[in-house]
T-cell receptor, first 113, second 109 residues
């Protein structure tokens, strides 16, 4: 079974802090994704990566950056956290093509106070 | 840009009844995927439809892809309490997978 793990289930940070969310997948998938999930808005893509050191902006990249130094690990960085970034963050991975089914991690619920 | 709309946003169903949730895209899709997210859980892949007019079944769940490849539906028969959760469709086109807002299903026993 594909396993996607995220570093924290719950995280509380203060406004202005730099926040790192880590995601690791164990199935050698090429593609990795970061989404945020908010009630009534579904899943919105922040960034994705199709290879090591490669990244593409999604629909809502503002205020976020990403890093993929190793194939299995994809990090989401909030350079200066703001209260409107309070949300559920979901990491996902997929094999070969972006059109393939995605495997999601358990999510990190981030609260910025 | 590509948009995927899902209706209804909420579906309250009596146990044993049938219901359908719909997904509509503003553009023609290469494929459409469906995911289920249980309360407190993460989205889990259910199925992918690729061909125009395609119909696939998984036990009590029937998935359909429209002839024009711009809409899809999920029909659940004889709803059970295990069907509770949020169902998302995700349409793929032009190197982009766009998720709908989801249909949240609750079941009255």
């Amino acid at each position: 079974d594909v396993k996607v793990t995220q570093s924290s289930r719950y995280l509380v940070k203060r406004t202005g802090e730099k926040v790192f969310l880590e995601c690791v997948q164990d199935m050698d998938h090429e593609n990795m994704f970061w989404y945020r999930q908010d009630p009534g808005l579904g899943l919105r893509l922040i960034y994705f990566s199709y290879d090591v050191k490669m990244k593409e902006k999604g629909d809502i990249p503002e205020g976020y950056s990403v890093s993929r130094e190793k194939k299995e690990r994809f990090s989401l960085i909030l350079e200066s956290a703001s209260t409107n970034q309070t949300s559920m963050y979901l990491c996902a991975s997929s094999l070969l093509r972006i059109s393939y089914e995605q495997y999601f991690g358990p999510g990190t619920r981030l609260t910025v106070t | 840009g590509q948009q995927v709309m899902q209706i209804p946003q909420y579906q309250h169903v009596q146990e044993g009844e049938d219901f359908t949730t719909y997904c509509n895209s503003s553009t023609t899709l290469s494929n459409i995927q469906w995911y289920k997210q249980r309360p407190g859980g993460h989205p889990v892949f259910l199925i992918q439809l690729v061909k125009s007019g395609e119909v696939k079944k998984q036990k009590r769940l029937t998935f359909q892809f429209g002839e024009a490849k711009k809409n899809s539906s999920l029909h659940i028969t004889a709803t059970q309490t295990t069907d509770v959760g949020t169902y998302f469709c995700a349409g793929y086109n032009d190197y982009k997978l766009s998720f709908g807002a989801g249909t949240t299903v609750t079941v009255r026993a």
